[in-house]
């Protein structure tokens, strides 16, 4: 065959294998060199948020935004468990997806199963670091009889071309009441299709927590795989998501069960391969113990004979909970970790020049200067430049509320959520400047009221005119 002959049938055949779905997704045309994990950490006041984990090798987590939050939701039930994230095909756009519920809030979990939220919280993103405000996809609503909508995921569907939405929602069928998973499609986590019963194990059983991973070169047999957590965790393999799935065990060798059979019980099944290799883990969260995730080890997920369990791994300090991992390429490592990477992470708080056992810190959005400031994230900022202003102005972005800054309104200086007028950008920037009380300190003028200056007045801030001694005082800050 020519060598011209041979690019042509070179070329059709990729194009074939495209039309098809056949193709590795574009997203994967660059190396992979680091593991983003999304996840929330629990029934804590901050804990059903959006936190993320970094690893270099897949096994050892670091906690990003030094363990705070990264995004918070401001809409249904203001919290989020279950969160997973979604590339696209051409990896420029990225999805978080999550269950739209905050227990800490004081929901029963009776009430959150049967007269919950039917919205799943979804975010969106074209460079991994910058999200939009939260928004709700009413998936579950046209369920009859729904009573939640939990534990969202989310997958490319080449067949479809689009997206195919899952999660678990209790609702009762041919008589028997039970969380079943159901899916929709979408091309823009926007709008979707009528839900469809996706996943009924029969009988009385039910399943929450499920997640399909896609295995180049169908190694094992397969071309996608999915875990789910139903009474044991149980491993499947098809190739078609929406078409017929095989059953190919589970995990009870191992001691580990969704509680059917008791052992170790865990749920939350979360894939993820090892960049460059054949190797899987499967990571499940141990909550019947309050250990959090384990990964279980595969090379091969076409049987569960050769799956194991293993220690060397470490998990960082917050405790993971039912999340997501997405493999990412070096320019996506680079983005997150320049934003929020223990590195690159300029973490700073400000203490009094006249009172230096107190520090700024934030309490029920009011903002004020305290000792021993438990938990001592109220009491830290990320310094960024000035919102309205970034040359030679800064802005004072607060850790565990993402999104919130520092601001005066009224004169009063509060913790508030951006809002994204150009008010709120003045009134959130300030100039630091040489201490007024002492130059080797900072002041901070306020951006839109030049004359006045960040100042603690009976330990609240507040930005006033400066003219006496004492006011100078109350007016100078170290940032450290």
Known sequence: MTRALTRVSAILTL?????????????????????????????????????????????????????????????????????AIVRSPNGDKYWIIATDLRIAGGTSWGDASTKGSKSLVVWESSDLVNWSVPRLVNVAGGISGAGDAWAPEAIWNPATNDYIIYW???????????????????SDFRTVSAPQLYIDRGTGQGIIDTQIIE???????????????????????????????????????????????????????????????????????QYATGRGYMPVRSTNLGSTANFATRTDFSLGATKKRHGSILNLTAAEERRVLAKWGASTTTLKRIQSYNNQTRYVRHSNFDVRIDANV???????????????????????????????????????????????????????????????????????????????????YDYLLRIDPISTATERADATFRVQ
Not at 57 to 82: E, I
Not at 381 to 391: C, E, H, K, T
């Open 215 to 285: 295995v180049p070169n169908s190694l094992g047999g397969y071309r996608y795989y999915r875990a789910s957590a139903d009474g044991q965790i149980t491993i499947e393999g098809g190739n078609s998501i929406l078409g017929a799935w095989t059953r190919i065990g589970d995990l009870q060798r191992l001691g580990l069960s969704n509680g059917a059979t008791g052992g170790n019980v865990v749920e939350g099944p979360m894939w993820a391969q090892t960049n460059g290799t054949n190797e899987w883990h499967l990571w499940v969260d």
């Open 168 to 186: 678990a929602t209790n609702s009762a069928l041919n008589g028997v009441t039970k969380h079943r998973i159901w899916y929709v499609r979408t």
């Open 374 to 456: 438990n938990p001592a994230q109220d009491s830290q900022f990320r310094i960024v430049p000035g919102l309205a202003n970034g040359s030679g102005y800064v802005s004072f972005e607060s850790v565990n509320y993402p999104g919130h800054y520092l601001r005066h309104y009224g004169y009063d200086g509060v913790l508030a959520p951006n809002d994204g007028t150009s008010t709120f950008a003045a009134d959130a920037t300030f100039k630091q400047v040489a201490g007024l009380a002492d130059g080797s300190w900072s002041s901070f003028q306020s951006y839109n009221h030049p004359s006045r200056y960040l100042r603690h």
């Open 15 to 83: 194009l074939v294998l495209f039309v098809t779905g056949l193709a590795a997704p574009a997203s994967a045309l660059d190396p992979f060199t680091g593991y983003l994990m999304v996840h929330f950490t629990g029934e804590s006041s901050r804990g059903e948020q959006i936190y993320l984990a970094h690893s270099r090798d897949g096994r050892n987590w670091t906690d990003l935004n030094a363990g705070g939050p990264v995004l918070l939701s401001t809409v249904g039930t203001q919290g989020v468990r279950d969160p």
